[in-house]
């Protein structure tokens, strides 16, 4: 197992965010995390990563607990991220972007060879030069990408990487990560609501609903699931979610 979540709980003062998850993953392994606005999956992306302690629980990462480490710690482990909301530097170029993980994650020794690597494995590379700030919304998400990638992640934790996409921007991000997670074989956790695009890319999901993992499984099984109906999906159909 790369990943082992024991009971992981979570409250913000009087709301509590996560009611004990536990979950596991092997290495390579695919897990999308699905559930309603405020289930908690973001909270999850940030315990895991440790930009959050929780309350109780452990967080095990290949055999070592990791609860109480810095997310700089964890980073170095082997554990990458991006944010739904993404975290570039806008005044910053394409390249300098990812350089800034490569001079102070990994002290590579090349760092100009290795970003300019990492740029075009996401597409970016006639855009080096151009300002972060002025890429459209799929270019931001790719060079996330690049970021997280410098660290040579063991688990990539991606927060929403569709959100806000066109459908052939989704189609070409999910083939992106389809080409990157064979070449690289890192495990990956998506928290996604595009659920179509999530459904090519793995066959395990867990819902959230409340802070509680209402369900564990098969994509298929999942969209037949009572509790999860009621929970998420009868929500989403409503709004055309699933079609898109
Ligand atoms: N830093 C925080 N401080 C206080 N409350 C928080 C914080 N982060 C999350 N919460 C609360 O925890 C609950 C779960 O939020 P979270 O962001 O994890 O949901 P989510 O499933 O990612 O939702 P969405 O689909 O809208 O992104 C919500 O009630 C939210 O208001
Ligand atoms: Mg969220």
Not at 28 to 42: D, Q
């Amino acid at each position: 197992m790369i990943l082992e979540v024991v009971d992981l709980k979570k409250s913000f003062g009087g709301n509590q965010a996560l009611k004990g998850v536990s979950f596991s993953l092997g290495e390579g392994e695919i897990l999308g995390v699905v559930g309603p606005n405020g289930s908690g999956k973001t909270t999850l992306i940030n315990l895991i990563s440790g930009v959050l302690k929780p309350s109780s629980g452990n967080i095990i990462f290949r055999g070592k607990d990791i609860t109480n480490l810095s997310p700089n710690k964890r980073a170095k482990l082997g554990i990458g991220r991006t944010f739904q909301i993404t975290r570039l530097f806008g005044n910053l170029t394409v390249l300098e972007n990812v350089l800034i993980p490569l001079h102070y994650g990994v002290k590579e020794k090349k760092p100009d060879e290795k970003a300019l690597d990492l740029i075009e494995m996401v597409g970016l590379k006639e855009l080096k030069d151009k300002k972060a700030s002025n890429l459209s919304l799929a270019q931001r998400k790719r060079l996330e990408l690049a970021r997280s990638l410098a660290l040579k992640p063991k688990l990539l934790l991606l927060d929403e990487v569709f959100a806000g996409l066109n459908p052939s921007a989704v189609a070409e991000v999910s083939d992106l990560l389809k080409k990157l997670h064979k070449e690289f074989g890192f495990a990956m956790i998506l928290v996604e609501h595009v659920l179509k695009a999530l459904f090519r890319l793995t066959e395990k999901v867990i819902v959230l609903a409340s802070g509680e993992v209402i369900f564990e499984g098969h994509p298929k099984d999942m969209a037949k699931d009572e509790k999860v109906i009621k929970a998420y999906l009868g929500e989403r159909f409503a709004h055309g979610f699933v079609r898109g």
